[in-house]
């Protein structure tokens, strides 16, 4: 069963324009989202996070969306430069202070791989 | 200077044979995570590990033995491996902070991309 879920594989935008990725969670749990993205044959490198308590973050050109009662998110980026094609993932945890350090793995979403075209 | 590497980059190897697969993280982080990434592109968690004690050991083979000698290194090694343990391996690292809740942010090596013929 997939926790956290992209539903759109690719995604394409002119330069310029803004590029929105969205991501589905169903465990109740999960209270702290990432954004990482991730080049070939490279990892994952983090992007731009949000806490539950929040209903946005932004950092530069990108902007997360935290949208508790639809268990949704989405990231913005605006505007789309070339350098922003890559495949990025939305993952999730349980932040509770109740939970050991080490206890909070990532779940991660199966990715949506961006293309902006100049 | 790399915060979290990994070696070897590329392994080929034959079923069968046992190999090891090292990361380090220069971050002064107190977690390590050890995750793979299957053919569907998932990343899935393997272990992790917090001040050298193992913490989450997900349903993987005993094959897999993951240790850590000190906070800084945490090794993954395989014993006779199989077809379907080709993935791409990747090693994370984490510090938790209090920003309202408890969030822990890992950081990523570049992975190890194995190959089990």
């Known amino acids: 069963d997939q926790q956290v879920k992209q539903n759109s594989p690719s995604l394409s935008v002119q330069e310029g324009r803004i590029s929105i990725l969205n991501c589905d969670y169903t465990?109740?749990?999960?209270?702290?989202f990432l954004w990482y993205k991730k080049y070939p044959a490279e990892g994952p490198t983090f992007l731009i996070s949000?806490?539950?308590?929040?209903d946005k973050n932004e950092d530069g050109r990108f902007t997360v969306f935290l949208n508790k009662s639809a268990k949704h998110l989405s990231l913005h980026i605006v505007p789309s430069q070339p350098g922003d094609s890559a495949v990025y993932f939305c993952?999730?945890?349980?932040?509770?202070?109740?939970?050991?350090?080490?206890?909070?793995?990532?779940?991660f979403g199966s990715g949506t791989r961006l293309q902006v075209q100049p | 200077d790399t915060a979290v590497s990994q070696t070897p980059k590329y392994l080929v190897t034959q079923m069968g044979n046992d190999k090891s697969i090292k990361c380090e993280q220069n971050?002064?982080?107190?977690?390590m995570y050890w995750y793979k990434q299957d053919s569907k592109k998932f990343l899935k968690i393997m272990f992790s590990?917090?001040?050298?004690?193992?913490?989450i050991n997900e349903t993987v083979p005993n094959r897999f033995s993951p240790k850590s000698p000190d906070k800084a290194h945490l090794n993954l090694h395989i014993n006779s491996l199989e077809l379907g343990d080709s993935a791409v391996y990747f090693c994370?690292?984490?510090?938790?902070?209090?920003?309202?809740?408890?969030?822990?942010?890992?950081?990523f090596g570049p992975g190890t991309r194995l190959l089990v013929l």
């Open positions: 994370a690292s984490s510090q938790a902070r209090l920003a309202g809740g408890l969030q822990e942010t890992q950081y």
């Open positions: 465990n109740s749990m999960f209270d702290y």
């Open positions: 949000i806490s539950s308590i929040k």
């Open positions: 993952a999730a945890s349980p932040s509770s202070l109740l939970m050991d350090t080490g206890r909070r793995a990532l779940t």
């Open positions: 971050l002064g982080h107190d977690t």
């Open positions: 590990y917090n001040n050298k004690e193992l913490i």
